[in-house]
């Protein structure tokens, strides 16, 4: 390897790291969902991966595009920073989605008493909450618990994909600059290899911080907040999707 290609993959690698740690959303929804939903560490580092593979190429695709087009670099910033507005009112309003969503959630599973009649005149009274179902089902709310068991499970699968998509549309603006410098020079063989170190350090990134995250987090005793964890994660989004609009 020759020494200005050294010195782009010192680059393209130190830009991925910083770039990646110094936005938060690159983890924390990651680490705030998988803690509200229940994820396992292989979900979350799985869904952490493609959402980060998706992210790179996002930019690599336009970049792609705008050396094959001859756009000025100008141009290609402008764009990554549209996108990023367009990332950054996805996330926001997901977030906000989700916030209210979990707050309903928080609300029907509040600790609440049922008075219970039988076939034999007897009346008893249960205290419990909707978090899981409790053992003292009853036909009309098995159909109910059924019901709400299948649109829990709609949005578990619905959720990695509006993560994908959010990410999609991410910018990795500080990409572009380095990726131009070897096409300027007709190296495809530098533009490779910017692409594969940045993408693989930023991608690395990310699920080192999320694996941390995600231990911490599963230590934490939230007690009685614990009902509030989807809230909380949707707290989290919002804060997320403010600071990309922000340009934090």
């Known amino acids: 390897m020759t020494e200005p290609l ?4 010192a680059t393209a690698a130190s830009i991925g790291l910083v770039h990646t740690l110094i936005g938060p959303d690159h983890y924390v929804p990651f ?4 803690g509200a939903r229940k994820w396992s560490l292989s ?29 000025a670099l100008g141009g290609l910033e402008w764009f990554e920073g549209f996108r990023g507005d367009i990332a950054g009112w996805l996330l926001l309003g997901f977030g906000v989605a989700y916030l209210v969503w979990g707050l309903r959630q ?15 005149g007897t009346l008893h009274e249960h205290t419990h909450t909707h978090k899981k179902e409790h053992a003292h089902l009853h036909e ?6 059924s019901a709400a068991a299948k649109k829990l499970a709609n949005g578990r699968r619905v959720t990695p994909w509006v993560l994908f998509i959010i990410f ?7 990409l572009i600059p380095v990726l131009m410098y070897p096409a300027a020079e007709g190296s ?3 533009v490779a290899l910017v692409v594969a170190i940045f993408g693989l350090t930023t991608v690395a990134t990310m699920l080192v911080t999320v694996t941390i995250g995600y231990l911490g987090i599963s230590r934490l005793p939230l007690g009685r907040l614990e009902r509030f964890s989807h809230a909380l994660a949707g707290l989290a989004l919002v804060a997320c999707g403010l600071a990309i609009q922000l340009g934090f």
Do not use: Q
């Not at 979350?44 to 930019?59: E, I, K, P, R, Y």
């Open 6 to 9: 050294a010195i782009l993959a």
């Open 31 to 34: 680490i705030a969902l998988s």
């Open 43 to 71: 979900k979350t580092l799985g869904v952490t991966a493609v959402c980060g593979v998706g992210h790179v190429l996002g930019s690599v695709v336009l970049g792609g595009l705008g050396i094959l087009l001859g756009l």
């Open 106 to 120: 928080a609300y029907r599973n509040r600790p609440h008493t049922h008075w219970h009649g039988h076939a034999d």
């Open 140 to 145: 009309a709310s098995e159909e109910a618990s």
């Open 168 to 174: 999609i549309f991410g910018p990795c603006e500080a």
């Open 188 to 190: 495809w063989w530098g």
